[in-house]
């Protein structure tokens, strides 16, 4: 069984960082594009960030020239680097993983979520 498994969320100030880390676990599987979303209260949950296979990104306005995602291949992790945070960039953070299972198929994948607060 394939989980994904989050990290590195809190509590930081406007203007400050952080750095979310997902790691998916288990075995025979191959994973595909990989991504972070976001969902803040009254909302709903939005795309932030997606990275393919092969490294290709892509960001939602909001967070272009702020934040970065990348992966590690070897360790099946993605990450979201998150500089000048802002208060409306509060909210809980998803990863998300397209991910084929070998004699199975082909699944869609979220972490369990990671709580980002920004305020002063």
């Known amino acids: 069984q394939v989980q994904l498994v989050e990290s590195g969320g809190g509590l930081v100030q406007p203007g400050g960082s952080l750095r979310l880390s997902c790691a998916a676990s288990g075995s025979d599987f191959s994973i595909y594009a990989m991504g972070w979303y976001r969902q803040a209260p009254g909302k709903q949950r939005e795309v932030v960030a997606l990275?393919?296979?092969?490294?290709?990104?892509k960001y939602v306005d909001s967070v272009k020239g702020r934040f970065t995602v990348s992966r590690d291949n070897a360790k099946n992790t993605v990450y979201l680097q998150m500089n000048s945070l802002k208060p409306e960039d509060t909210a809980v953070y998803y990863c998300?993983?397209?991910?084929?299972?070998?004699?199975?198929?082909?699944?869609?994948?979220w972490g369990q979520g990671t709580q980002v607060t920004v305020s002063s």
């Open positions: 990275i393919s296979s092969d490294g290709n990104t």
């Open positions: 998300n993983a397209d991910i084929y299972v070998h004699g199975r198929g082909e699944y869609d994948y």
